[in-house]
C-alpha cells in the first residue's frame, strides 16, 4: 500500500477467531490500518510483505508498538441492549418477567418522552459500554421519537457503531395506556421517520450509526403493527430486531394467539430476514431452527438475563452446529452486568448447566442433555465475529476488508484480577484467563472503524 493510504500500522500480539472454535494468535504481526478504517493488511514476521510494511509505517512516523503485556482483541459486539433500562441494572430481578416489565420497566421506559432525561441516561450508558469494550451495540430505545434520536446521535458522537430501533409497542391488551404507541399507524409513521432521520444524521454518511425496525416483541404489538413493520422491512432491507421465545409466558402466549411458535409468527408477517436479529430463542425446536436458518436471520444469545427471566438454557452448541447465527447480548437490562465478557463466562456456565443438569436428586446420566455443552472459544467467537455476521456487519475478525473494530486488552493494569505467569500461561491460556478475569481496568484502548474512542 502507498505511504498516503496508510492510517497507522500496530505491532504486538493479536488473538482473534476466524471461525467457530478456532483461536488464532498472532505474536509480533504487523496490522495496517487504511484511511478508510478498514484493516488494509495483517502479516507475520518472516511472511512476504511484513519488512516493506514495517519499513513504510515507520518512515511515515504511524507505527505503533503494543507492550509484551498487551493483546489486541477483535471490538466487541452486544446484539441485545435496552437502552432506557440502563437506570434498572441490578434491580427486581427477583421478580417474573411480565410483573418486571409492568411494574418496573415500562414506567421507566415512559420517562423517556423527556429528551433531558434521555440524555443523561444514554450519554452515560455509552460511555460505559465502551470502556468495558463494546464497540458495536444493537439497542433498544422506546416509543419515543426525539429520545431514540438522541440515543442515535449520541452513539455518533461517542464514535461507537450502533444499532438503534424505535420501539413499535400499540397493543392495548398487553402495553399500558401511559406507555404504547397511539395507534398502529402511527407506530409505523415514527418508524418510517426514524429511519430517515438516523440515516440523514450529519456526520453519518459512513453509516456508523443505523436504524432497526424494532417490534418489541408480539404480544405488545397488533397485527396490523406487525404486517406493516413486516412490509417496511422487506421494502426497505433495514434492519430488525425483536424478542423471540423467550420465556414461558411469551412463549405460551404466541402459541395461544395464533397456533404456531413466535419464529413462524414473525416469519408470516415478513419479520425475519438477513437483517433481522431474534432475541433469546430459547424454547426454538428443530423446525424453528431450519426457519430461522433458511431465512438468514440472527439470533441474540443472552445467557445471563435468560437464567433470571427465561428459566431456560439458550441451545448455543445445537445452533452453532446447524449454522445458525449467533451472537452475544447483555440484554440490559434483565442482564445485570454490562460487559460482554461477562457474558461470555455465562455463555460457557450456561452450556455446562445444560449438558450437566442441575438437579442432584437425580442420577448423574439422567440430569442433562448430552452434547450441549461450548468452550469459551465458541463464547469469543460470538462476542466477537459471531455477533459481527448475526448484524451483517465485516467486524469481529482481524482479515483484510474488515473495519478496524478493536480493543487492547493490558495485564498489567493496576488493581486487575488478570494476572498472565510468563512461565506457566501461554497461548490459549491467555485468552481464556482474559475472558474470565479481564473487566473495563484492562481495557485500555478502544478503535471504531480505525478511530481511537478510548484510551
Not at 421519537?145 to 449520541?154: D, K, P
Not at 431465512?295 to 428459566?311: E, K, R, V
Not at 449454522?323 to 447483555?330: A, I, K, R
Amino acid at each position: 500500500m502507498k505511504q498516503d493510504e496508510l492510517k497507522f500500522a500496530l505491532r504486538g500480539t493479536l488473538i482473534h477467531a476466524p471461525a467457530i472454535g478456532a483461536v488464532e494468535i498472532l505474536e509480533n504481526a504487523l496490522l495496517a490500518v487504511d484511511d478508510g478504517g478498514q484493516i488494509a493488511e495483517v502479516t507475520n514476521p518472516g511472511e512476504q510483505g511484513y519488512a516493506e510494511l514495517e519499513q513504510l509505517a515507520a518512515q511515515a512516523g504511524k507505527l505503533e508498538e503494543l507492550s509484551p503485556k498487551q493483546y489486541l482483541l477483535p471490538g466487541l459486539v452486544d446484539t441485545h441492549v435496552h437502552a432506557p433500562q440502563w437506570p434498572q441494572l441490578g434491580k427486581a430481578l427477583d421478580r417474573p418477567l411480565d410483573e418486571w416489565l409492568q411494574k418496573y420497566t415500562f414506567p421507566l421506559e415512559a420517562r423517556y418522552a423527556d429528551a433531558e432525561f434521555a440524555e443523561r441516561v444514554y450519554r452515560n450508558l455509552a460511555r460505559t459500554l465502551i470502556a468495558n469494550g463494546t464497540t458495536t451495540a444493537m439497542y433498544y430505545a422506546t416509543i419515543h421519537l426525539e429520545a431514540s434520536m438522541r440515543l442515535a446521535e449520541i452513539c455518533l458522537e461517542q464514535g461507537q457503531r450502533a444499532l438503534v430501533g424505535k420501539v413499535a409497542m400499540d397493543n392495548p391488551e398487553q402495553c399500558p395506556d401511559y406507555y404504547r404507541d397511539a395507534s398502529a399507524g402511527q407506530g409505523l409513521e415514527d418508524t418510517g421517520r426514524f429511519m430517515e432521520q438516523v440515516l440523514g444524521m450529519p456526520g453519518n454518511a459512513g453509516r456508523l450509526v443505523l436504524p432497526v425496525i424494532t417490534p418489541r416483541f408480539i404480544p405488545a404489538c397488533t397485527d396490523e403493527m406487525l404486517q406493516g413493520l413486516g412490509e417496511l422491512a422487506q421494502h426497505s432491507g433495514c434492519h430488525v430486531q425483536t424478542h423471540c421465545s423467550e420465556g414461558d409466558w411469551e412463549h405460551a402466549y404466541v402459541l395461544e394467539r395464533y397456533g404456531k411458535t413466535d419464529t413462524l409468527s414473525l416469519d408470516g408477517f415478513g419479520l425475519l430476514t438477513p437483517q433481522t436479529v431474534l432475541a433469546h430463542c430459547d424454547f426454538i425446536d428443530d423446525a424453528d431452527m431450519r426457519v430461522i436458518k433458511g431465512a438468514d436471520t440472527g439470533i441474540a444469545h443472552c445467557p445471563l438475563s435468560n437464567l433470571y427471566f427465561a428459566n431456560a438454557v439458550f441451545p448455543a452448541r445445537k445452533a452453532l452446529d446447524r449454522g445458525l447465527q449467533v451472537g452475544l447480548g447483555t440484554d440490559i437490562a434483565a442482564g445485570a452486568n454490562p460487559g460482554i465478557l461477562h457474558n461470555c463466562q455465562m455463555a460457557v456456565t450456561a452450556s455446562r448447566a445444560l449438558e450437566d443438569g442441575v438437579n442432584p436428586d437425580l442420577p448423574a446420566e439422567e440430569r442433562g442433555t448430552a452434547g450441549t455443552r461450548i468452550d469459551f472459544r465458541e463464547a469469543f467467537w460470538m462476542a466477537t465475529a459471531g455477533g459481527g455476521e448475526a448484524l451483517g456487519l465485516k467486524v469481529g475478525k482481524f482479515v483484510r476488508g474488515y473495519a478496524f473494530d478493536a480493543i487492547v486488552v493490558d495485564t498489567d493494569a493496576p488493581d486487575s484480577n488478570l494476572i498472565i505467569w510468563e512461565d506457566m500461561d501461554n497461548g490459549d491460556d491467555i485468552l481464556q484467563k482474559i475472558i474470565y478475569n479481564a473487566d473495563r481496568r484492562n481495557i485500555k484502548r478502544v478503535w471504531v472503524q480505525g478511530e481511537q474512542i478510548k484510551g
